[in-house]
């Protein structure tokens, strides 16, 4: 069963009616060696086409920690989690404070390792 790491707005019990169609029931943990910080992204949701969401940042210090909720989801609920998020998001699976592992969304461009590879094309 996949494990969804959520520190911002899949937190919030309305959000995840609206996305996994029920609230769900998690265990507190954190993300080790990340800070929480703030993303400006277009989405056509908000009001003005551009929203603040929440987003950790990689600092590699152990003392660095982003409390969150780890949540025990189904695979069709992963794929509804991707669905939510934006797209300037990517999703990875990493290490917990517990020791458990999760997958967690956060910005790729700044970490470009977590960016899919291009697209193949063929050539002539």
């Known amino acids: 069963m996949p494990r969804l790491f959520a520190y911002g707005t899949l937190l919030d019990g309305h959000v995840q009616r609206a996305v996994f169609g029920r609230a769900l029931t998690g265990v507190p943990d954190a ?16 009001p003005a086409g551009t929203a603040r969401y929440p987003n950790v940042t990689l600092t590699a210090n152990q003392a660095d920690a982003v409390p ?27 290490a917990l404070a517990s020791g458990a592992r999760a997958w967690v969304r956060r910005r790729a461009s700044w970490e470009p390792r977590l960016m899919a590879p291009p697209p193949v094309t063929a050539r002539r």
Request: glycine share 10%.
């Open 68 to 94: 969150g909720v780890v949540f025990d989801i189904t695979g069709g609920d992963l794929l509804a989690a991707d669905l939510y998020e934006t797209s300037v998001y990517r999703r990875q699976e990493l």
């Open 31 to 46: 993300l080790p060696g990340h800070v929480l910080s703030m993303l400006s992204v277009d989405d056509p949701r908000a």
